[in-house]
């Protein structure tokens, strides 16, 4: 409105006193972008026309619900068509209302009110059934198929929904560019709120320049440059939550510099966690060196870490608190946890694999079941499995792609026969597998807490790994073999291992039962009183 004051247009500019749904009742028609003023004014059975000048540039930044094809009416790009379909000399001839009412105002009866009472308040409604008041908590997660994304489901699926009001965010431009995020998100709980964040432009110079800054030099420099951030991401999570206060705000994934600063301004009467999945000295060194700015922003925010185990805590603790330049507020030890009921029904279900031919069940089979990368680590298996004899040598199936797939299997058809190995490629489901197979074997260069290792002690199978703290340290509380990291000694432990034996229905039953009571029941009660 201030943009109009002092300006003579041939408009009148009704005052701010007048109710927008005083000035519908008296319009004939109602021009608008994508507000849902259009839906509102639906009832009135008059035309709607969406005027999207800048439609491609919205959907980027905003998004939106419908696409213009979907609008109830007419939408055009340009004045010149918007002039045109004004002047048509019938307009109810170009409006779609009438087969759209049907869609969006059935329930437009002017009872509305008196239904969400009802819903709220009655003997049957949501307030008597709750009896008390829920806690709330925010997770912030990129939802990419991957371990850490099964770790997160595993949470949310054990917490009681009568206790908890759950709420998730993520990267709305992620999801348009990776159809597997849409699914992830789809399998999400019924009850779990979804919040697509998606940036928007530029607040102002400065807020800019301090976030190119931070993303260019990967450390905080100044006091003043954080506190125009924080500024900046107060903004940011009015625009998304507005005055929602959670309980508790988790950085789940630990990886995205721009998302730590923003969950850091969500409104939160309780603490913030920030989630460590991995030997962040490895992940710095190896891959990801920008994550040194993440880690600034967690403790100088006052986030609370969270590792998978002690050993990956002391290490950490002392890595984050360099780069941060102050101690952290808190730390916590969590393990990580599986969603048992999915993980048994994917197991059990579609028991189908498609290495049949391949498959010699006179033999031994190891999986390596895991992203294939350098820090994975595939190659030393293939190594060792060549030094066994053929006369004892197991078959090998690794279970995954990933970007060195290629190189994985030029080096295995060098020093391997066909029947020795098998590849699977990008999979939906693994987890078939595990109950074709005898052990495994994780030889990574460093872990966190890898999820397989729980799958495979929820379904029976032994693993085995190399000396990696987030491996040992889980491995000796629930058991497994360890090895040295030695090709000789690996070798020799391939040739001569116990066969795992057939996992059939009543060993995973007993599996599953075991890790509930063992993991489970105990990990959850942790994590809640970490939160509460």
Not at 83 to 101: G, V, W
Not at 122 to 143: A, M, N, P, W
């Amino acid at each position: 409105m201030k943009f109009l004051e002092g300006k003579v247009l041939p408009a009148i500019v009704p005052p701010l006193a007048i109710d927008s749904n005083d000035l519908m009742l008296v319009a004939d028609v109602l021009v608008t972008d994508y507000s849902s003023i259009g839906i509102d004014f639906l009832v009135t059975g008059r035309p709607t026309i969406w005027y999207c000048y800048d439609y491609q540039e919205y959907a980027d930044e905003r998004g939106l619900y419908l696409t213009p094809d979907e609008f109830p009416g007419p939408w055009v790009d340009n004045i010149d068509s918007l002039f045109q379909l004004l002047h048509t000399s019938d307009l109810a001839q170009i409006n779609s209302s009438n087969s759209a009412k049907a869609q969006f105002t059935v329930a437009e009866d002017g009872q509305a009110s008196s239904r969400v009472l009802d819903l709220l308040l009655s003997d049957s409604g949501i307030v008597s059934k709750q009896g008390t008041e829920r806690k709330s908590i925010l997770f912030r997660h990129s939802f990419i198929p991957n371990g850490i994304t099964s770790a997160l489901l595993g949470v949310i699926a054990n917490l009681n929904q009568e206790d908890w009001e759950v709420t998730v965010a993520f990267d709305r431009s992620k999801v348009m560019e990776d159809s597997r995020i849409a699914d992830v998100l789809d399998s999400l709980p019924a009850h779990v709120n979804r919040v697509p964040w998606g940036l928007s432009k530029a607040q102002d110079l400065d807020f800019e320049a301090a976030k190119s800054q931070l993303l260019s030099t990967y450390k905080i420099c100044s006091e003043a440059q954080l506190e125009i951030l924080r500024r900046g991401w107060k903004i940011e999570a009015e625009r998304i939550f507005g005055n929602k206060v959670f309980d508790a705000v988790v950085e789940y994934e630990g990886y995205s510099t721009v998302w730590t600063g923003m969950l850091s301004a969500v409104k939160c009467k309780g603490k913030g966690f920030f989630y460590l999945h991995n030997d962040m000295g490895g992940e710095l060194t190896r891959r990801f060196p920008w994550l040194e700015a993440s880690h600034s922003l967690a403790v100088r925010n006052g986030f609370e870490v969270v590792n998978l185990n002690s050993p990956l805590a002391e290490k950490n603790t002392r890595i984050l608190a360099k780069n941060a330049g102050c101690p952290l507020a808190g730390t916590h030890v969590q393990d990580n946890l599986i969603d048992l009921d999915g993980v048994a029904a994917r197991a059990l279900g579609d028991r189908s694999i498609d290495f049949e031919n391949w498959r010699d069940t006179s033999r031994k089979l190891v999986i390596i079941v895991a992203r294939i990368s350098i820090e994975k680590n595939q190659v030393f298996a293939i190594e060792a499995l060549s030094r066994v004899d053929e006369a004892s040598r197991p078959q090998l199936a690794i279970i995954g792609g990933g970007p060195q797939l290629l190189q994985l299997k030029e080096k295995a058809a060098s020093i391997l026969e066909p029947s020795d190995i098998y590849f699977s490629g990008d999979i939906a489901n693994p987890l078939p597998y595990y109950l074709a197979a005898d052990m495994l074997f994780i030889p990574s260069l460093h872990e966190g807490q890898p999820m397989v290792l729980h799958e495979a002690l929820a379904l029976g199978l032994e693993a085995t790994v190399l000396p990696i703290d987030g491996c040992v340290d889980f491995v000796k509380r629930y058991g497994g073999n360890i090895l040295e990291r030695d090709l000789d000694k690996v070798a020799s432990y391939l040739s001569a291992f116990e066969y795992g034996g057939l996992i059939n229905k009543s060993t995973i039953e007993d599996s599953i039962s075991n890790y509930r009571k063992n993991v489970v029941q105990p990990t959850i009660a942790s994590f809640i009183n970490m939160v509460s």
